[in-house]
């Protein structure tokens, strides 16, 4: 299982954060000693919140461009 702490700043991803969870746009764009930023997307609209970098990720499913994550 993957963490926060392994997401790279300015990078979007496609998370999971449970198995059951649905597929969420996350960009990382600011790190603390122990939190990170993200900006998250539902297709609506634009989101951000914090997450602790040892919160767990279900599954990493893909890392995208910046071109394809906007």
Same mark, same amino acid.
């Given at each position: 299982?993957?963490?926060?702490? $392994?997401? /790279?700043? %300015?990078?979007?991803? &496609?998370? !999971? $954060?449970? /198995?059951? %969870?649905?597929?969420? &746009?996350? !960009?990382?764009?600011?790190f603390?000693?122990?939190?990170?930023?993200?900006?998250?997307?539902?297709?609506?609209?634009?989101?951000?919140?914090?997450?602790?970098?040892?919160?767990?990720?279900?599954?990493?499913?893909?890392?995208?461009?910046?071109?394809?994550?906007?």
């Amino acid at each position: 299982m993957s963490t926060f702490a $392994e997401l /790279e700043e %300015d990078v979007y991803y &496609l998370i !999971k $954060e449970t /198995e059951d %969870d649905e597929l969420m &746009l996350v !960009k990382p764009v600011m790190f603390t000693g122990r939190c990170v930023l993200l900006v998250g997307n539902d297709g609506d609209s634009e989101y951000t919140f914090w997450k602790k970098l040892d919160d767990s990720i279900a599954e990493i499913v893909e890392e995208l461009t910046g071109e394809e994550g906007e």
